[in-house]
Protein backbone atom coordinates (compact mmCIF):
# COMPACT_ATOMS: atom_id res chain seq x y z
CA UNK A 1 0.00 0.00 0.00
CA UNK A 2 3.20 2.38 0.92
CA UNK A 3 4.55 1.66 -2.84
CA UNK A 4 1.11 2.35 -4.36
CA UNK A 5 0.64 5.53 -2.53
CA UNK A 6 4.18 6.59 -3.63
CA UNK A 7 3.29 6.22 -7.11
CA UNK A 8 0.48 8.34 -6.90
CA UNK A 9 2.47 11.13 -5.14
CA UNK A 10 5.13 11.18 -7.82
CA UNK A 11 2.68 10.91 -10.40
CA UNK A 12 0.47 14.04 -9.15
CA UNK A 13 3.93 15.56 -8.59
CA UNK A 14 5.25 15.47 -11.97
CA UNK A 15 2.13 16.40 -13.76
CA UNK A 16 2.71 20.10 -13.43
CA UNK A 17 6.01 19.30 -15.48
CA UNK A 18 4.71 17.49 -17.82
CA UNK A 19 2.18 19.83 -18.84
CA UNK A 20 4.76 22.60 -19.14
CA UNK A 21 6.64 20.43 -20.92
CA UNK A 22 3.94 19.68 -23.55
CA UNK A 23 2.82 23.47 -23.85
CA UNK A 24 6.52 24.45 -24.72
CA UNK A 25 6.91 21.64 -27.34
CA UNK A 26 3.58 22.80 -28.82
CA UNK A 27 5.03 26.14 -28.79
CA UNK A 28 8.01 25.33 -30.57
CA UNK A 29 6.20 23.58 -32.89
CA UNK A 30 3.87 26.16 -33.65
CA UNK A 31 6.49 28.19 -34.39
CA UNK A 32 8.24 26.43 -36.91
CA UNK A 33 5.06 26.02 -38.76
CA UNK A 34 4.49 28.88 -41.37
CA UNK A 35 1.13 30.66 -42.19
CA UNK A 36 1.06 33.18 -45.41
CA UNK A 37 4.81 31.43 -46.55
CA UNK A 38 4.01 33.19 -50.03
CA UNK A 39 3.78 37.15 -48.80
CA UNK A 40 4.71 39.40 -51.75
CA UNK A 41 7.89 41.79 -51.31
CA UNK A 42 6.94 45.03 -51.91
CA UNK A 43 9.26 48.49 -52.49
CA UNK A 44 6.78 50.72 -51.25
CA UNK A 45 4.04 50.84 -48.33
CA UNK A 46 3.78 52.16 -45.13
CA UNK A 47 6.66 50.80 -42.19
CA UNK A 48 5.92 48.72 -39.47
CA UNK A 49 7.73 47.70 -36.61
CA UNK A 50 7.52 45.68 -33.79
CA UNK A 51 9.62 45.60 -30.70
CA UNK A 52 10.15 42.88 -28.23
CA UNK A 53 11.52 43.49 -24.38
CA UNK A 54 12.51 39.67 -23.75
CA UNK A 55 8.91 39.08 -23.06
CA UNK A 56 6.36 41.02 -24.02
CA UNK A 57 5.91 42.11 -28.25
CA UNK A 58 4.58 45.75 -29.51
CA UNK A 59 3.01 46.30 -32.69
CA UNK A 60 4.78 50.23 -33.80
CA UNK A 61 2.78 52.10 -36.23
CA UNK A 62 2.76 55.63 -37.87
CA UNK A 63 0.10 58.07 -36.00
CA UNK A 64 -0.95 59.64 -39.53
CA UNK A 65 -1.20 57.65 -42.85
CA UNK A 66 -3.78 58.30 -45.74
CA UNK A 67 -4.80 55.00 -44.76
CA UNK A 68 -5.02 55.84 -40.82
CA UNK A 69 -4.99 59.01 -38.66
CA UNK A 70 -4.98 57.98 -35.21
CA UNK A 71 -5.96 61.57 -33.95
CA UNK A 72 -9.39 60.98 -35.05
CA UNK A 73 -9.41 57.52 -32.93
CA UNK A 74 -7.89 58.12 -29.61
CA UNK A 75 -7.47 61.05 -27.07
CA UNK A 76 -4.20 61.76 -28.54
CA UNK A 77 -3.35 65.04 -26.53
CA UNK A 78 -3.09 62.50 -23.44
CA UNK A 79 -0.07 61.08 -24.88
CA UNK A 80 2.06 64.10 -24.52
CA UNK A 81 3.28 63.81 -28.04
CA UNK A 82 6.08 66.02 -28.84
CA UNK A 83 5.80 67.05 -32.35
CA UNK A 84 8.24 66.16 -34.84
CA UNK A 85 9.55 63.60 -32.40
CA UNK A 86 6.72 61.15 -31.93
CA UNK A 87 5.59 59.82 -35.11
CA UNK A 88 4.76 56.52 -34.03
CA UNK A 89 2.61 54.54 -31.31
CA UNK A 90 3.50 51.13 -30.28
CA UNK A 91 0.07 49.30 -29.07
CA UNK A 92 0.28 46.64 -27.00
CA UNK A 93 -2.25 44.08 -25.34
CA UNK A 94 -1.99 42.30 -21.92
CA UNK A 95 -4.10 41.13 -18.64
CA UNK A 96 -5.10 44.41 -16.94
CA UNK A 97 -3.76 43.59 -13.67
CA UNK A 98 -0.20 42.48 -14.48
CA UNK A 99 -0.07 45.74 -17.37
CA UNK A 100 -0.91 47.98 -14.63
CA UNK A 101 0.75 46.88 -12.06
CA UNK A 102 4.06 45.47 -13.00
CA UNK A 103 6.04 48.44 -14.46
CA UNK A 104 9.15 46.45 -14.39
CA UNK A 105 9.87 42.57 -14.45
CA UNK A 106 11.56 43.74 -10.57
CA UNK A 107 7.55 44.21 -9.63
CA UNK A 108 6.42 41.03 -10.67
CA UNK A 109 4.03 39.44 -8.40
CA UNK A 110 2.98 35.86 -8.28
CA UNK A 111 -0.28 36.92 -8.11
CA UNK A 112 -0.66 38.94 -11.11
CA UNK A 113 1.09 36.22 -12.69
CA UNK A 114 -0.99 33.64 -12.15
CA UNK A 115 -4.53 35.31 -12.93
CA UNK A 116 -3.36 36.47 -16.07
CA UNK A 117 -2.14 33.02 -17.40
CA UNK A 118 -5.77 31.39 -16.09
CA UNK A 119 -7.33 34.56 -17.91
CA UNK A 120 -9.04 35.68 -14.44
CA UNK A 121 -9.08 39.15 -15.38
CA UNK A 122 -10.14 41.87 -17.86
CA UNK A 123 -7.45 43.15 -20.82
CA UNK A 124 -6.06 46.59 -21.56
CA UNK A 125 -4.40 48.01 -24.32
CA UNK A 126 -1.27 50.04 -23.75
CA UNK A 127 -0.68 52.98 -26.41
CA UNK A 128 2.48 55.05 -26.42
CA UNK A 129 4.24 57.86 -28.62
CA UNK A 130 7.45 57.13 -29.62
CA UNK A 131 9.63 57.86 -32.39
CA UNK A 132 10.47 55.90 -35.23
CA UNK A 133 12.41 52.48 -33.82
CA UNK A 134 15.88 51.73 -34.30
CA UNK A 135 17.09 48.98 -35.81
CA UNK A 136 18.42 46.28 -33.56
CA UNK A 137 17.84 42.27 -32.15
CA UNK A 138 14.87 43.89 -30.41
CA UNK A 139 13.37 45.14 -33.34
CA UNK A 140 11.70 43.82 -36.60
CA UNK A 141 10.68 46.50 -39.55
CA UNK A 142 7.92 44.95 -41.42
CA UNK A 143 6.48 46.94 -44.88
CA UNK A 144 2.68 46.75 -45.52
CA UNK A 145 0.93 47.33 -48.54
CA UNK A 146 -1.91 49.71 -48.38
CA UNK A 147 -4.51 46.63 -48.10
CA UNK A 148 -2.66 45.00 -45.65
CA UNK A 149 -2.01 48.07 -43.16
CA UNK A 150 -6.19 48.92 -43.61
CA UNK A 151 -6.30 45.13 -42.20
CA UNK A 152 -3.67 45.63 -39.49
CA UNK A 153 -5.71 48.99 -38.23
CA UNK A 154 -8.70 47.45 -38.55
CA UNK A 155 -7.85 44.99 -36.01
CA UNK A 156 -6.43 47.13 -33.51
CA UNK A 157 -9.09 49.37 -33.77
CA UNK A 158 -11.09 45.81 -32.61
CA UNK A 159 -9.14 45.93 -29.50
CA UNK A 160 -10.98 48.45 -28.16
CA UNK A 161 -13.61 48.08 -25.72
CA UNK A 162 -15.63 51.29 -26.50
CA UNK A 163 -18.27 53.32 -24.74
CA UNK A 164 -21.75 54.30 -26.17
CA UNK A 165 -20.39 56.96 -28.20
CA UNK A 166 -18.00 54.46 -30.17
CA UNK A 167 -15.09 56.03 -28.45
CA UNK A 168 -12.06 53.96 -26.95
CA UNK A 169 -12.36 53.71 -23.00
CA UNK A 170 -9.53 55.44 -21.34
CA UNK A 171 -8.54 54.59 -17.69
CA UNK A 172 -7.47 57.59 -16.31
CA UNK A 173 -4.18 58.14 -13.87
CA UNK A 174 -2.70 55.30 -14.74
CA UNK A 175 0.40 55.64 -17.12
CA UNK A 176 4.23 54.62 -16.90
CA UNK A 177 5.12 57.47 -18.90
CA UNK A 178 4.37 60.93 -19.59
CA UNK A 179 3.91 59.23 -22.93
CA UNK A 180 1.22 56.73 -22.59
CA UNK A 181 -1.60 55.59 -21.83
CA UNK A 182 -4.06 52.38 -21.40
CA UNK A 183 -7.38 51.77 -22.46
CA UNK A 184 -9.99 48.66 -21.62
CA UNK A 185 -9.55 46.03 -24.17
CA UNK A 186 -11.54 43.35 -25.80
CA UNK A 187 -10.47 39.42 -24.86
CA UNK A 188 -8.71 37.74 -21.96
CA UNK A 189 -5.41 37.13 -21.51
CA UNK A 190 -4.74 33.49 -21.13
CA UNK A 191 -1.44 30.99 -21.20
CA UNK A 192 -2.79 30.29 -25.06
CA UNK A 193 -3.90 33.91 -25.84
CA UNK A 194 -0.47 36.03 -24.53
CA UNK A 195 0.46 39.22 -25.67
CA UNK A 196 2.97 37.92 -28.37
CA UNK A 197 -0.24 35.86 -30.07
CA UNK A 198 -2.26 39.13 -30.44
CA UNK A 199 0.43 40.45 -32.36
CA UNK A 200 0.83 37.09 -34.49
CA UNK A 201 -3.00 37.05 -34.74
CA UNK A 202 -2.96 40.88 -36.27
CA UNK A 203 -0.12 40.16 -38.19
CA UNK A 204 -1.56 36.89 -39.92
CA UNK A 205 -4.69 39.12 -40.50
CA UNK A 206 -2.55 41.82 -42.51
CA UNK A 207 -1.17 38.60 -44.55
CA UNK A 208 2.16 38.40 -43.26
CA UNK A 209 4.98 35.81 -42.80
CA UNK A 210 4.09 34.61 -39.41
CA UNK A 211 4.25 31.44 -37.18
CA UNK A 212 0.74 29.25 -36.83
CA UNK A 213 1.02 30.01 -32.60
CA UNK A 214 3.45 32.26 -30.84
CA UNK A 215 2.72 32.23 -27.25
CA UNK A 216 6.12 33.90 -27.07
CA UNK A 217 8.02 36.74 -29.28
CA UNK A 218 10.90 34.21 -30.41
CA UNK A 219 8.78 32.43 -32.50
CA UNK A 220 7.85 35.97 -34.16
CA UNK A 221 11.22 37.05 -34.35
CA UNK A 222 12.41 34.24 -36.22
CA UNK A 223 9.82 33.91 -38.54
CA UNK A 224 10.58 37.49 -39.24
CA UNK A 225 14.59 38.09 -39.83
CA UNK A 226 15.94 40.90 -39.28
CA UNK A 227 16.62 43.71 -42.14
CA UNK A 228 13.38 42.30 -43.50
Known amino acids: MTKRWVKVGLLVASTPLVLVGLYLLAAMVGGLVVINRNQDSISSGIDIYLINNGIHTDLVVPIVT ?52 FGLDGSVMHVEAMPRPLPGADTRHLRLSVDAYRRLTDYLQAGFLRSDQGTPLLIPDVRYTLHDAFFVA ?43
Not at 189 to 213: D, H, I, K, S
Open 66 to 117: PEQDWYGVLPIQKLGIIPGFHDYLAFGWGDREFYLSTPTWATLRFTSAAKAL
Open 186 to 228: EGHYTMFTTCNEWVREALAQAGVRVPLWAPFGQALFYQLPEGR
